[in-house]
C-alpha cells in the first residue's frame, strides 16, 4: 500500500471517528431535551417525591448536561451503554440479541434486491423506450411511492392470511421457539447448523415475505440507478466502437459495462444496504420481527433513554461504516480517484 493511499485511509478514518462523534453529541442531546421521563417510566408517576429524586440522582440526571454527556462517554469507551429501563438488563446484552434479527433480514432483503435490481437496470438501459424499460421505471416509481408498512398488511393479508403461502408474524412459529441454540443469532444459520431442517424452513416460510417486501424497497433504487450508470456508458465511444466490430449486446454489457458501473454500484448497494438496516423499523413493527428496530420503537414507547441512545448509535455507526468501506472501494478500484487523490 503506498504512502498516498495509507493517507486516505488515515483522513477517511479520521473523518468515520468524526462523524460518528458529532452523531453521538446530537443524539445525546435529543435524548436528554426530548419530553419523556426515565425516572418516571422506572418508579411510576405515583412514586414517594423522595424515591422519584433519589433515582433521579442514581441516573445522575441531576447533574449538569456537560457532566452527563463526559459520563456516558466514559461508559460507551467501556462498552457500557447503561441499563434498559424496558427489560432491565444491560443494553449491550438486548442489543445483542436483537441485532442479529435485523442483520439477517436485511442481508437477505439487500441479495434479493441486488439479484434482481441490478440486471432488471442493466435490461432497461440495454432496451430504453421499449416495454422492459417502461416496466422497470413503473416497478422503481411504485417501489419509491408507498409506503411499506401498506406493502406489509397487504402481503400478510394476501399471502398469509388467505392463501397461506407464508409465514406470520415472528421469526418462526410459537412451538418452535427456544428449540435451537443461538449460536450466531441468524436462525437460518442456527437451524442448519443444529441439523433443524423443519425449523429451518419454518424459518424460511416467516422471513420470506418480509425481506421482499423490504427488499423491494431498496431494489427500486438500485434499479434506477444501474439503469442511469448503464446509459451513461451505452453513450461512450468505446461501447459504440464495440457495438461496430459487431460485439453482442450481451457482450458489451458483461464486458465492457459492468466493469465500468462496478465501482459506482458498490457505492450504491453500500447505501441501499445501510438504509435496509436503517428504515427496517416499520417492517419489523408490521411482522412482529424481534429486531433492533421494534426494540427502538418499544423503548421509545415508554422513554428508555439509554436502549434509544444505543440503538441510534449502532445504526448510525453500521450506516457510516458502510460508507467508508464504499469510499475506500471506489478509490482502490478506479485509478480516476487514485490520480485525483495524487
Partial sequence: MTEISLRGLGHRFLQLIVS???????????????????????????????????????????????QQFFIYLRGLLHGDFGIAILTG?????????????????????????????????????????????KFARVFALVGHSIPVFWFGIVGLVIFYASLDLVGGPGRVDVFYEGLVEPRTGLMLVDSLLAGETEIFWNALGHIILPAVILAYMAMAYITR??????????????????????????????????????????????????????????????????????????????????????????IGFIFMLLNFIADLAYTTLDPRTREAAR
Fill in 20 to 66: 460518528l462523534f458529532i452523531l453521538l453529541c446530537i443524539t445525546f442531546i435529543i435524548g436528554r431535551v426530548m419530553p419523556t421521563d426515565p425516572v418516571g417510566a422506572i418508579v411510576g408517576e405515583l412514586a414517594d417525591p423522595k424515591a422519584y429524586e433519589a433515582m433521579r440522582a442514581r441516573l445522575g440526571l441531576d447533574l449538569p448536561l456537560y
Fill in 225 to 314: 440507478m444501474t439503469r442511469a450508470f448503464t446509459l451513461e456508458q451505452l453513450s461512450q465511444d468505446y461501447v459504440i466502437a464495440a457495438r461496430a466490430k459487431g460485439v453482442s449486446p450481451a457482450r458489451t454489457i458483461t464486458r465492457h459495462v459492468l466493469p465500468n458501473i462496478a465501482v459506482q454500484l458498490i457505492t450504491v448497494l453500500a447505501i441501499s444496504y445501510g438504509n435496509l438496516l436503517e428504515g427496517a423499523v416499520v417492517t419489523e413493527i408490521v411482522f412482529s420481527w424481534p429486531g433492533i428496530g421494534q426494540y427502538m420503537t418499544n423503548a421509545l414507547l415508554i422513554g428508555d433513554m439509554n436502549a434509544i441512545l444505543a440503538a441510534t448509535i449502532v
Fill in 89 to 133: 438488563n444491560p443494553v449491550t446484552r438486548d442489543l445483542a440479541q436483537a441485532f442479529p434479527a435485523t442483520f439477517e433480514l436485511a442481508t437477505l432483503a439487500i441479495i434479493i434486491s441486488t439479484i434482481i435490481g441490478v440486471p432488471l437496470g442493466l435490461a432497461a438501459a440495454l432496451f430504453r423506450d421499449t416495454f422492459i424499460d
